[in-house]
């Protein structure tokens, strides 16, 4: 079945450590996206990506990275320098090109600090 | 920059009820699509309705409509006849429709409750 995975669900972090979360999908979608959800703030974006080996900062990129090598893949790493990163984190995919398509959200990554 | 706002933190309707939760939005585009994402207790988000800005035609899905008020950025969602199952997290999203990156903006979300 085609879809977003990410992993892992937990990820637990310690002062000064980098820790990466994975997203894949397999709907040969062009476009991803990393959004930070705390509560009472809604779904912010950290990174966006509608090709390969092009990404555009969101609106709270500070602190964070991804890569894009990969159509399938788009990890997204907490740096030391993002001091409050315990947040659940979504990632998300869709088509480009068309118009209205929605997004595919994966089931998302829960990231506290130690 | 586009922004997306819900001023409804939460809300609460009676099963069988009907529930409108509002969302206003900001950008000087003409061109984009509006959505309504419900994000129940298990977090996964799934996507509600859509509506395409050129079409005046208020979109509809089954016990889930909107009532879309482009001149005064309105877009609102009206949940007829609400069932346990409706209870959750609805976040209302922009994206502009053409041209550059599609960068989709949501709102901060409504938390909504159906009493039994």
């Known amino acids: 079945d085609g879809g977003i995975t990410q992993s892992p669900k937990y990820l637990f972090r310690k002062e000064g450590q980098n820790v990466t979360l994975s997203c894949e999908q397999n709907?040969?979608?062009?476009?991803m996206y990393w959004y930070r959800q705390d509560p009472g703030q809604g779904l912010r974006l950290i990174y966006y990506?509608?090709?390969?080996?092009?990404?555009q900062k969101g609106d709270i990129a500070e602190g964070y990275s991804v890569s894009r090598e990969k159509k399938e893949s788009f990890p997204l790493t907490v740096t030391s320098a993002q001091k409050n990163p315990t947040a659940f984190y979504l990632c998300?995919?869709?088509?480009?090109?068309?118009?209205?398509?929605?997004?595919?959200f994966g089931s998302g990554t829960q990231l506290s600090v130690l | 920059a586009q922004t997306v706002t819900q001023s409804q933190p939460e809300m609460s309707v009676q099963e069988a009820e009907t529930v409108t939760l509002s969302c206003t939005y900001d950008t000087s585009e003409s061109d984009y699509y509006l959505f309504w994402y419900k994000q129940p207790p298990s977090r996964q988000m799934i996507l509600v309705i859509r509506q395409e800005a050129y079409k005046q035609q208020n979109a509809t899905e089954n016990r889930f409509s909107v009532n879309f008020q482009k001149a005064a950025k309105s877009f609102s969602l009206k949940i007829s006849d609400s069932q346990l199952g409706d209870a959750a997290m609805y976040f209302c999203a922009y994206r502009r429709n053409r041209g550059g990156y599609q960068k989709v903006t949501f709102g901060t979300g409504t938390k909504l409750q159906v009493i039994p």
């Open positions: 709907l040969n979608h062009d476009a």
């Open positions: 990506s509608q090709i390969v080996n092009d990404f």
């Open positions: 998300a995919s869709k088509l480009t090109g068309g118009v209205g398509e929605k997004l595919f």
